[in-house]
């Protein structure tokens, strides 16, 4: 391709490649044709010069683009570097001002602040629009194509010398390795390859400037992000941690690497590394900024998995959109991030949305069992008819659960459970007073007449044996939650 271009336009351009028999994924190698060819028409277009400028800037005539490819850790790293004119900042700026970015912030921008301009879409700084490089877009589409495999790109340039693009892929795309945490009660995993380190960030150590939040780590002053504050929910949820107990259970700081400089990302709570299985989120919902694909759990839960880069990101976007208002920040729930518009617009802006009203809160159901795979295909029922659930792996687990806050409108219960069984659940529960009139059906494969005697008269509402008639136990369900909706109504 980069022979034909060369004939065609009349620019002479000797290709170069390292890494030839890297391997790479084939879903990956797949995914990165378009974006590879993109590139290194661009570099042609934009960055080799022709044979006349190259003379005159006493450059050989014939320009130069090498690929390299190479693994680092669990990573693919492939990079297009040219011998060409490079970027200028100054067209850059130029661009920003002319899309309305503020002045103080392109005043305040790095290079490399600038350079990520360009992967915005509509951003260009070609002269003219030309078929051969893209119409003056598709460097927005270069950086989607990569979010989608969790690959990110990074640009380097030097003016008059030349350009490097960077591209740094996962060397796979169906396992990875992962450190499972949560954050404002969610839990998502962060994969390994993007953490330098983590550690627990006293307090004290933590200082305010310029309206955020930094510390001190080995000599460098390095922005605190506290996750927490950018994860609101428009709607009522049920948080349920992993069956395990965390590994840490303290406010932890994930040091991150956004180009060159490091982000300390704090979160609170940690289960540990962990090897996961990625799944491909498909359908017509798409996943909120700075999440892509995730895994499932042992015990069936579904944790996103974190998109460092985007996420990093987005929130520096709606950071600097928050300093060029020059107002007070809306809440994150409030946030709606809009793309360049060549009318004037900025580039990234936050407007206040109109409040929604939150929809009705679905009643909640305790499954309390031991098997995981009975818990699984009860929740799918209780879902699938309107409910929202909770699980807890024993009576212990699920008297835990009860007294930390959960407030539940039915309990199911099985009999046969270790460290509490279901006949002592029963006469825990009534022995609390706020717990008293909470309904318990059994749910059990005892099925004598001695087992039921003894449940009723501990104080359980219903008695199912399994296998259960899935009807009835909807109908029975929902004539013990009545009464405690209509007095919360």
């Known amino acids: 391709a980069l022979r034909e271009l060369s004939l065609q336009h009349g620019k002479p351009v000797e290709l170069k490649v390292s890494g030839g028999n890297t391997l790479v994924d084939r879903n990956i190698l797949e995914a990165l044709n378009d974006p590879l060819m993109h590139l290194i028409r661009n570099s042609f277009d934009h960055g080799i010069e022709t044979p006349d400028v190259r003379r005159a800037q006493g450059k050989s005539e014939k320009g130069r683009i090498e690929i390299r490819a190479f693994h680092r850790s669990n990573r693919t790293v492939i990079s297009i570097q040219d011998?060409?004119?490079?970027?200028?900042?100054?067209?850059?700026?130029?661009?920003?001002?002319?899309?309305?970015?503020?002045?103080?912030?392109?005043?305040?921008?790095?290079?490399?602040?600038?350079?990520?301009?360009i992967f915005e879409p509509g951003f260009s700084t070609a002269d003219q629009?030309?078929?051969?490089?893209?119409?003056?877009?598709?460097?927005?589409?270069?950086?989607?194509?990569?979010?989608?495999?969790?690959?990110?790109?990074?640009?380097?340039?030097?003016?008059?010398v030349g350009t490097t693009l960077t591209i740094s892929v996962p060397f796979t795309l169906s396992v990875t390795r992962a450190l499972l945490v949560e954050s404002h009660g969610m839990l998502m995993a962060f994969p390994i390859d993007v953490i330098e380190e983590m550690f627990m960030l006293p307090p004290e150590k933590v200082m305010t400037t310029a309206g955020s939040e930094v510390f001190e780590w080995e000599g460098v002053m390095v922005q605190l992000i506290r996750l927490s504050n950018w994860l609101i929910f428009n709607c009522p949820r049920q948080i349920e941690p992993p069956e395990a107990l965390p590994a840490i259970s303290v406010p932890t700081v994930l040091m991150v690497r956004q180009n060159d400089q490091l982000v300390g990302i704090q979160l609170e709570k940690s289960w540990g590394e962990q090897e996961i299985a990625i799944r491909k989120v498909e359908g017509g919902l798409p996943m909120p900024d700075g999440f892509n694909n995730c895994t499932i759990l042992g015990d069936g839960k579904v944790v996103p998995i974190v998109n460092v880069a985007e996420l990093l990101h987005w929130i520096s976007s709606c950071e600097g959109s928050k300093t060029q208002s020059?107002?007070?920040?809306?809440?994150?729930?409030?946030?709606?991030?809009?793309?360049?518009?060549?009318?004037?617009?900025?580039?990234?802006?936050?407007?206040?949305?109109?409040?929604?009203?939150?929809?009705?809160?679905?009643?909640?159901?305790?499954?309390?069992?031991?098997?995981?795979?009975?818990?699984?295909?009860?929740?799918?029922?209780?879902?699938?008819?309107?409910?929202?659930?909770?699980?807890?792996?024993?009576?212990?687990?699920?008297?835990?659960?009860?007294?930390?806050?959960?407030?539940?409108?039915?309990?199911?219960?099985?009999?046969?459970?270790?460290?509490?069984?279901?006949?002592?659940?029963?006469?825990?529960?009534?022995?609390?007073?706020?717990?008293?009139?909470?309904?318990?059906?059994?749910?059990?494969?005892?099925?004598?007449?001695?087992?039921?005697?003894?449940?009723?008269?501990?104080?359980?509402?219903?008695?199912?044996?399994?296998?259960?008639?899935?009807?009835?136990?909807?109908?029975?369900?929902?004539?013990?939650?009545?009464?405690?909706?209509?007095?919360?109504?």
């Open 83 to 117: 011998d060409g004119c490079g970027i200028s900042l100054d067209k850059i700026r130029e661009k920003a001002r002319q899309m309305g970015l503020d002045e103080m912030l392109l005043a305040a921008a790095s290079d490399q602040e600038l350079l990520s301009l």
């Open 129 to 160: 629009v030309t078929d051969l490089s893209g119409r003056g877009v598709g460097m927005d589409v270069v950086r989607n194509n990569l979010k989608q495999i969790r690959g990110d790109i990074r640009v380097d340039t030097q003016d008059g």
């Open 326 to 489: 020059q107002s007070q920040p809306p809440s994150p729930v409030a946030i709606t991030q809009t793309e360049p518009q060549l009318s004037g617009a900025a580039p990234l802006s936050l407007q206040p949305a109109a409040p929604k009203p939150l929809p009705p809160k679905k009643p909640t159901i305790l499954i309390v069992d031991d098997s995981i795979n009975v818990r699984r295909l009860l929740a799918l029922t209780l879902e699938k008819a309107g409910y929202q659930v909770s699980q807890a792996k024993d009576g212990q687990d699920a008297l835990d659960k009860l007294l930390g806050g959960l407030e539940p409108q039915a309990v199911i219960c099985d009999i046969e459970m270790p460290r509490l069984d279901g006949f002592g659940f029963l006469a825990q529960i009534r022995t609390k007073p706020a717990l008293a009139d909470l309904p318990i059906a059994m749910l059990t494969s005892r099925s004598g007449e001695k087992h039921r005697q003894l449940a009723m008269t501990l104080g359980a509402a219903a008695y199912f044996s399994k296998p259960y008639n899935e009807q009835m136990l909807l109908k029975t369900l929902a004539q013990l939650i009545e009464p405690a909706l209509v007095s919360v109504n």
